[in-house]
C-alpha cells in the first residue's frame, strides 16, 4: 500500500492542499498505527487522499476549537463518549444522515442525533490474580466498596475519562445517591493513591501492590500479543471477571467518530466513516487492537475470545457523556484522586 502523503503531530499547523483530487483531512487522537492500515485502504479503493493528523484527544479537540471556521479538519477520531460528547457540546460537530451507520450501528452506541458514531467498543472490567482472590469471591461492581477489598484495588485516576464514563454509566443505572455511597466506600479500598495508566494497574497486581485492578481488555490482550516476553509473562497472570453478569453488565465504552461542523469534504468524510462501519475494517480493528467490533455478525480476535463471553451494559452512551460532570462530582467528593 502506498504510505500517506501526510502523517504528522500537531506541531504542523496545516495540511497540504491537493489541486485536483478529492482528499479527506483526519484529525485522530487514535496512534498512527492503530488507524493508518485502514486509511490507505480507503485511499486505494476510493481514490480519496487521507491527510492524517494525530494527537491527544483534549488538544485536538482545544485546536478544532481555536481553529473555528478555518478549520480544515473534516472528521476526528477519538476515545470514550466523554470525548465526543463534550465536542457536540462545544458546537464543534455537523449531524450526518447516514441509513449505512444506522443500520450498522446499534442505537445506544450511536448520538441520537446523528453526530457522532462508534467505530470500536472496549470493555472495562475487573482483573484478577487467582493466587490472592478466591473464585466466587468477585460479584458486582458494586460490591467492591465492600470493607473485605480494603487495601486490595488499583485503578487510574479520577482525571482518567475511562474511569469518569464509568461512573457516569452507573450513575444511569443506579442513580446518584447509590453510586455516591459506592464510591465513599470503594476509593477507601485502594492500595495505593491512583497512578499510572491501565497497564501500570495490571503490572501492579502481579507485582504483589494490589489483588485486583480494573483496565481495559485491550490493555490486556495488547500485553498478551506484546512481541516483549515480558509483558506477555506479566499479563498472563491475571484473570478476567466480568462484573454484573446477572444484572446490569459490564461496563463498556467506544472509540468512534464524527464529522467536523466546517468540514471542507463532508462527502468524502461521510465515505469515509461509513467505510470504517464496513464489516471487513471492523475485522481489521478487532484482530489488530483486540477491541470489540460495533457491528453484529463480526468476530471478536481470537485472543479477546479467551477471556470469555460477557454481557455488556445496555446503556445509551449519550447518557453516559452527558452525566460526565456528575460523575466528576462524585469522585471529588469521595476523594478519589
Given amino acids: 500500500m502506498k504510505k500517506l502523503l501526510l502523517a504528522t503531530s500537531l506541531l504542523i499547523s496545516s495540511f497540504t492542499p491537493l489541486s485536483n483530487a478529492q482528499e479527506v483531512n483526519v484529525y485522530s487522537a487514535r496512534k498512527e498505527e492503530l488507524i493508518k492500515p485502514l486509511l490507505e485502504e480507503f485511499e486505494t479503493a476510493q481514490k480519496v487522499k487521507v491527510n492524517l493528523i494525530t494527537g491527544k484527544a483534549d488538544a485536538l479537540i482545544s485546536r478544532i476549537a481555536s481553529e473555528g471556521q478555518f478549520s480544515p479538519a473534516d472528521l476526528i477520531l477519538t476515545t470514550d463518549v466523554g470525548r465526543l460528547q463534550r465536542a457536540k457540546e462545544m458546537n464543534l460537530l455537523s449531524a450526518v444522515d447516514s441509513e449505512l451507520l444506522q443500520s450498522k450501528i446499534a442505537a445506544n452506541l450511536r448520538d441520537e442525533d446523528g453526530y457522532w458514531f462508534a467505530l470500536t467498543m472496549r470493555a472495562r472490567p475487573v482483573m484478577y490474580h487467582p493466587d490472592r482472590v478466591k473464585t466466587g469471591e468477585l460479584g458486582s461492581i458494586l460490591e467492591l466498596a465492600d470493607a473485605k477489598w480494603k487495601g486490595r484495588i488499583c485503578i487510574r485516576s479520577s482525571n482518567n475519562i475511562y474511569n469518569q464514563s464509568m461512573v457516569a454509566a452507573m450513575i444511569t443505572k443506579f442513580g446518584e445517591e447509590k453510586v455516591q455511597n459506592w464510591a465513599n466506600g470503594f476509593v477507601k479500598n485502594f492500595a495505593r493513591t491512583p497512578k499510572g ?4 494497574q495490571i503490572k501492579a497486581v502481579v507485582a504483589g501492590q ?42 463498556v465504552n467506544i472509540s468512534g467518530a464524527a ?70 462530582k462524585i469522585m471529588d467528593k469521595a476523594g478519589w484522586k
Wanted: aromatic share 8%; charged share 20%.
Fill in 197 to 200: 495508566g491501565d497497564r501500570d
Fill in 210 to 251: 494490589c489483588d485486583i485492578a480494573i483496565a481495559n481488555t485491550y490493555y490486556l490482550a495488547g500485553m498478551l500479543a506484546d512481541t516483549d516476553t515480558e509483558n506477555q509473562k506479566i499479563a498472563s497472570q491475571l484473570k478476567v471477571h466480568w462484573p454484573d453478569q446477572q444484572g446490569t453488565g459490564t461496563h
Fill in 259 to 328: 464529522l467536523l461542523k466546517h468540514a471542507p469534504n463532508s462527502a468524502a468524510a461521510l465515505r469515509l466513516m461509513e467505510f470504517l462501519a464496513s464489516d471487513s475494517s471492523q475485522q481489521w480493528y478487532a484482530e489488530n487492537n483486540h477491541e470489540y467490533p460495533v457491528v453484529a455478525g463480526v468476530e471478536t480476535s481470537a485472543l479477546l475470545k479467551t477471556f470469555g463471553d460477557f454481557k455488556a451494559e445496555d446503556v445509551p452512551l449519550q447518557q453516559v457523556g452527558e452525566l460526565n460532570a456528575s460523575a466528576i
